[in-house]
């Protein structure tokens, strides 16, 4: 079976609804996976967009969510989850807001890309202390097993 991750909120390449972005409650979106590779250790899940800050120039991948560590017989994070209710063992990284957790689509201009990509890791990862997006990737090279990946579309309206 194939390792794929879907929302019940939206559908690949579909619009986000506003309750997850800076314009509703900006609180994360319900993901559910498909099992990963029999000898996975770890899952890390990385929430960006890669068309900051304009679409049609963009300059940076702003990352939104940096969870790692998050044990493989987990199948699915519910929406809004706080930090208190992560799974066991499961750490967050820094996003490009400079803090740790969910900060969702806030695009200034145009429609943006927000992927969500979820890797399976033959190890578990040392405790990184926050890290961001960088550290996070340096720590992960050489471990990947499988990866997917879920897209949703953004554009506030001005």
């Known amino acids: 079976m194939d390792f794929t991750l ?6 690949d390449k579909g619009m ?29 899940l990385i929430v960006d967009d890669p068309d900051a800050p304009d679409p049609d120039a963009p300059k940076t991948t702003w990352v939104h969510w940096l969870l790692y560590n998050i044990p493989p ?15 066991p063992g499961c750490r967050q990284g820094r ?3 400079g803090r740790t957790g969910y900060g969702g689509p806030c695009p ?7 992927r ?16 961001v997006r960088a ?13 997917t990946e879920l897209t949703g579309m953004y554009q506030r309206r001005h």
Not at 76 to 85: H, M, N, V
Not at 108 to 114: E, I
Request: glycine share 4%.
């Open 6 to 11: 879907v929302s019940e909120s939206f559908r």
């Open 135 to 147: 550290v996070l990737e340096k720590a992960m090279q050489g471990h990947i097993l499988a990866q």
């Open 73 to 87: 017989a987990i199948d699915s994070l519910p929406e809004d989850i706080a930090a208190k209710d992560l799974p």
């Open 16 to 44: 986000i609804p506003a309750r997850y972005t800076c314009d509703g409650w900006d609180m994360s979106p319900p993901l559910l996976w498909t099992p990963p590779p029999a000898n996975t250790k770890s899952l890390v």
């Open 116 to 131: 969500h990509t979820l890797y399976a890791l033959d190890t578990m990862l040392p405790d990184l202390k926050n890290p």
């Open 108 to 114: 200034p201009r145009g429609r943006h890309r927000y």
């Open 95 to 97: 996003n490009d807001w």
